[in-house]
DNA sequence: TTCAAAAGTTTGACGACTCAAACTTTGTTG
DNA sequence: CAACAAAGTTTGAGTCGTCAAACTTTTGAA
């Protein structure tokens, strides 16, 4: 099995590898998100590259190789099983349980998983609205648009937010932008780079674009 | 925070000290029990030394601090609430959880074990009757006495099995004898060093005086 | 009392993970 | 194109946790 580091390192190429257009993760990036100094990145990269888990050519993107995915599809799904249980069963605050599960994904067997997978229903999305992965390491991510790429007048409905930061999801949360709710877009403001969204009948909120696309919606 | 190997031995030396009669735990049984060498014991407990958690005088017993019996406390409360989880809520069987526990116990920060524990309604026993200490690092270890201790003919209610291993507490499940269970010792032969219990009308179950000396029962 | 076996310690070495700091390559940009 | 900043790599060193094997102390039988 994989030590807890090397599933923490390669989470993080996998969601840094969605998030960039090119599909690779960079060095810089991934020492952030790990929160470990580049160099140190580097040698573990290729530990990783030996372990047959990502293909890394000098000086060049990092990319996952078919194990490597597996293995962050694995982490994953236990990660987001982690977080729907901490809120939905437990009551825990949407905003903590990130970091909550950045541990306990590393301890649970595959037969308690599937326990806790089947005490919650099988649940499709965690409670940011992340896609949970099923056991055969298969996942769905293409929900919803960004707010900020609908047009006014718009009713959409919150689906997913792209963020694990605290003070972001207890902004979210206060403004009543969790996923299942629905919003109407009321005003675009191009010049002052910021949407303006209809929450529930008198009560609305603006959001600068950078956040707006943070927030994933669908129509109706 | 203390690290989880360093949890893990310092659990054990206290399991061990309770064990003994000198109150003291020895190099070697506690290497078997963390599963290393006796020299990486030897080491490990100079750095526990030097932590201020165990005191540990040269070719002698090692005794834990009241800091070391706080960290001790603590995993132990950790572990036992999540054996209850484990076994109550997710069904899991009896004798496998005592190795997931083991896992988790590490990875569980104290608002969540609250909340863990609230869930659970505040057991204060784990399924094996082990007691469950309290926040504070209260725990009364005293409930009942080994059955090989009563005389025949005496009625007593299964309390608390002190054994972790997996063999045994199948075979302890498959004749009846979890914690709650009452019994009556109907037979004790000290020359076949073995006493029979039956458990219901009609059903009777022998056990060496070993076994019987690991279970703990009650009067009534 | 003696002395072997058991208990405990030390030594030298290793793998995993990390850092700081010096270094090399790549990609802009004037 | 030159040169410079950003990205990436290398080096040397340190901590943690571990082993095997040689060593020392304690202890309990003969
Ligand atoms: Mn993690
Ligand atoms: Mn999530
Ligand atoms: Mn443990
Ligand atoms: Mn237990």
């Known amino acids: 099995m994989a030590t807890e580091t090397v599933e923490n390192y390669i989470k993080a190429i996998y969601v840094l590898c969605r998030e960039s257009p090119s599909g690779e993760a960079g060095v810089v990036r991934l020492a952030q998100e790990v929160d470990v100094t580049k160099g140190t990145a580097t040698s573990m990269i290729k530990r990783l590259a030996k372990l047959k888990l990502v293909k890394a050519p000098r000086y060049s993107g990092i990319t996952l190789t078919t194990m490597g995915k597996k293995v962050a599809l694995d982490v994953l799904r236990r990660h987001r099983i982690i977080e729907t249980f901490l809120v939905s069963t437990l009551n825990l605050d949407w905003a903590d349980v990130h970091e909550e599960a950045e541990r306990l994904e590393h301890a649970l067997s595959p037969r308690t998983l599937d326990r806790l997978d089947e005490f919650l229903g099988r649940p499709s999305t965690d409670p940011h609205g992340d896609p949970i992965p099923s056991a055969s390491g298969k996942v769905s991510e293409l929900r919803g648009k960004a707010l900020s790429a609908y047009i006014k007048g718009a009713k959409v409905e919150i689906v997913r937010i792209l963020d694990q930061d605290r ?54």
């Not at 629905?182 to 010049?191: N, R, Y």
């Not at 002052?192 to 994933?216: E, F, H």
């Open 167 to 220: 003070a972001f999801l207890k902004f979210v949360a206060q403004s009543g932008l969790k996923p299942g709710v629905c919003v109407t877009v009321q005003a675009l403001s191009p010049e002052g780079d910021s949407i303006t969204l209809q929450v529930k009948r008198g009560q609305s909120v603006t959001l600068s674009s950078s956040a707006a696309a943070k927030i994933l919606a669908r129509l109706q």
